[in-house]
């Protein structure tokens, strides 16, 4: 009798794994373009640091963002099981808060490309630069790329969630948490390596090698080339994220876009989508963002 339960639990379990297998695996495919977006993004938002901060910059950009997916997880699980119809609003007031930090770094940049120009403007950011409390800085970083990722574990949560929405709650569970912890291992364990490409190369530039200094000077050439495409890749991403949720949030706008697009390829209609997602993501962003300066300005 004891063996036969025992049989029993083992295939109960073994049954249970291979569901959790199963939709891991839907879950991960899913997710793999949020993915994408929150690698590119948050290497660009921990550029900047000096090179021996880097990775405990990483770390504590890691330790948040684990904390954001422990509150999360269960969050979403309660939402989902006694508001289902609050987890859309939620999402679409996180990208259009994705979309203005968005257009709040285009417009950063702009402003920052036009005063290089001034070399009184120089000299001011050279010393305030100088008097910049290095820690201050390191808490803002992480701070900044911690909220981010906030809003880009929240969906990626909600498209696990609703993957798993019909499976038993242990299932849900075990599913969510285990997306939460490989997502945060993958991308910050890359993050990691990305930033320190140089230090790589400047290691491998050192040794007696003829082919290692050559890899190593590629590395080196090429790392700050890399971190620029990072930058402009990470900002697209943001309105690309946040443009998405707020098109499929708004059910008549999903529906426009996808009439449009029905009578093309797959390649031409998943560009003309993601293309519709990166203007909407700016239109928003520039709403939000001259109401954000109304609003300061009144205040002022």
């Given at each position: ?46 550029s900047?640091?000096k ?6 910059v ?19 699980l ?13 999402l ?20 920052k490309?036009k005063?290089?120009?001034?070399p ?22 992480i ?11 929240a ?35 890359i ?28 590395l ?23 443009g ?9 706008l999903?529906q ?8 093309f ?23 939000v ?12």
């Amino acid at each position: 009798m004891a063996g036969s339960s025992l049989l029993t639990l083992l295939d109960d379990i073994s049954t249970l794994l291979d569901d959790i297998s199963v939709m891991g695996k839907v879950a991960a495919k899913k997710t793999a373009g949020v993915l994408g977006d929150d690698l590119s993004l948050n290497a660009q938002q921990v550029s900047g640091v000096k090179a021996n901060r880097e990775i405990p910059v990483v770390w504590g950009v890691a330790k948040g963002s684990f904390l954001n997916k422990l509150i999360l997880v269960p969050l979403a699980l309660i939402i989902s099981t006694w508001a289902p119809w609050a987890i859309t609003p939620l999402l679409m007031l996180g990208g259009a808060y994705l979309s203005y930090e968005g257009m709040e770094k285009v417009v950063h940049s702009l402003r920052k490309d036009k005063s290089e120009h001034s070399p009184e403007a120089r000299e001011k950011r050279l010393q305030n630069l100088s008097q910049q409390n290095a820690a201050e800085f390191e808490k803002k970083k992480i701070k900044g790329a911690v909220r981010t990722d906030f809003i880009l574990s929240a969906e990626i949560v909600a498209i696990t969630l609703g993957i798993v929405s019909e499976a038993p709650l242990l299932n849900q569970v075990l599913i969510l948490s285990g997306i939460a912890i490989l997502v945060t291992i993958g991308v910050y364990g890359i993050v990691a390596g990305i930033v320190k490409i140089d230090d790589l190369g400047l290691w491998l530039k050192e040794k007696s090698s003829s082919l290692a200094q050559g890899v190593g000077g590629a590395l080196l050439a090429m790392a700050p080339w890399m971190m620029k495409i990072l930058t402009v890749v990470g900002t697209l991403a943001m309105f690309l994220v946040g443009g998405g949720i707020i098109v499929h949030g708004i059910h008549a706008l999903a529906q426009l876009i996808e009439g449009y697009t029905s009578g093309f390829s797959g390649l031409s209609a998943s560009l003309l989508t993601n293309l519709a997602s990166l203007l909407v993501g700016m239109v928003v962003g520039s709403i939000v963002l001259l109401a954000v300066n109304l609003i300061a300005r009144v205040r002022r």
